[in-house]
């Protein structure tokens, strides 16, 4: 018989979060719950994880405060940028005793993570079509990078990336659906780009019900005043406001499907995973990841204009709710993303050993001469 396969040995593996939500978040918070669902999952493998976090986080890592609580629900906080310089002291500080320092709070470490003797690897949320980034990408391009799609690199494909490693959700959220639901739903923030006003046009076009869950920052709030508001008192739509993980699920459970009419480069959408997971078909509009995260014809529909919105809407009877539920248990589960990321930092780390070796002036052990 073949000898057991020995397991892998654990990795000592460091978490850095911003600050501005718990781990995981109390309300909206995309980049947030991701850390939450990967720092449990890697508990759970039997890593020895330290999260870098704010102290109202809640987890079975060991936690690591960089501010007493969430900067955006904290009415003290004037300055978000220092409260994250502490949390790079704590983590500088803490760094000897890690493998490897994951981080997910943009560049802002970026000069440390050059300078630690300890490997450091960075998943990038946002979007990358931005002119400032580009010279910022080229002086940091020893930086090893996760994308978490491919459209998300588009702007800057020579960026030092190592792998796309997709969200997941703990398998847990949401299930398969017995009926479909009888509204339409849009789930998310209120900013231009996300497409609240082609929901409601497509709603109200498919004569259908639209129910809005969404957050409206600051910045955003002019913006909901003069465009959104108005549209708010018309038949059938109904505005809910910003929803709790505790509601999330029922809402996108009962919802007939879910409107994702996007105009920008959307690096990967959590909520159509999240829609999937309930066994809700999307509708989403053909920009950044939706085409790599929405299976056309299977999970949802992929389309480019309001119009096609609404016919998509007049074919969800043609979607099973369990090929989306299935789908998700197949692609976007929390297990799936965290194997995906101990690979990477594997990889890592072997790369960072195999250049110490080849270093100039590195200790090569002694050849036997018997």
């Known amino acids: 018989m073949p000898p057991e396969r020995m397991p892998e040995q654990s990795l000592s593996i460091a978490l850095v979060a911003p600050l501005y939500e718990s781990v995981p978040p109390k309300m909206y918070g995309g980049t947030e719950r991701i850390v939450s669902y990967l720092t449990e999952e890697l508990v759970a493998m039997g890593h020895d994880v330290t999260l870098f976090a704010s102290g109202d986080s809640r987890t079975a890592a060991r936690l690591v405060p960089g501010s007493a609580r969430s900067l955006r629900l904290d009415p003290k906080c004037k300055d978000p940028f220092a409260h994250h310089m502490i949390l790079l002291e704590r983590v500088v500080s803490h760094s000897a005793r890690f493998d490897v320092i994951h981080f997910h709070c943009d560049f802002i470490h970026f000069p440390i993570s050059r300078r630690l003797a300890v490997p450091t690897i960075t998943t990038l949320h946002g979007r990358l079509d ?20 491919h459209a998300q690199r588009a702007p800057i494909p020579w960026a030092g990336w190592v792998g796309t490693i997709y969200h997941g959700l703990p398998r847990s959220f949401g299930t398969r ?4 639901g009888d509204y339409l739903a849009f789930l998310g923030r209120i900013s231009p780009e996300k497409g609240v006003d082609r929901a409601i046009e497509i709603a109200q076009e498919a004569a259908l019900p639209l129910k809005i869950a969404a957050k409206v920052d600051p910045a955003d709030q002019q913006y909901f005043e003069e465009h959104i508001r108005p549209r708010l008192s018309a038949p ?3 505005f809910l406001g910003e929803i709790g993980e505790e509601d999330k699920e029922r809402f996108l459970m009962e919802a007939y499907a879910l409107l994702f009419p996007i105009d920008w480069p959307e690096p990967f959408g959590l909520v159509m995973i999240e829609a999937m997971a309930c066994g809700t078909p999307v509708i989403a509009f053909r920009r950044g990841s939706v085409p790599e995260v929405v299976d056309d014809g299977l999970t949802g529909f992929v389309v480019d204009t309001a119009d096609d919105g609404v016919e998509a809407v ?16 197949r692609r976007f589960t929390a297990r799936r993303m965290a194997e995906d ?4 930092y594997r ?21 036997s001469s018997c």
């Open 341 to 344: 990321y101990v690979m990477a």
């Open 177 to 180: 659906r017995a009926v479909r």
């Open 236 to 238: 059938g739509i109904e």
């Open 314 to 329: 007049r074919r969800i009877e043609e979607l099973s709710p369990a090929a989306c539920r299935e789908t998700f248990e």
């Open 130 to 149: 931005l002119p400032d980034l580009v010279p910022l990408y080229r002086e940091f391009s020893d930086m090893p990078l996760i994308s978490i799609s």
């Open 347 to 367: 990889k890592l780390l072997g790369t960072k050993r195999r250049a110490r070796e080849h270093a100039p002036g590195a200790t090569r052990p002694l050849r």
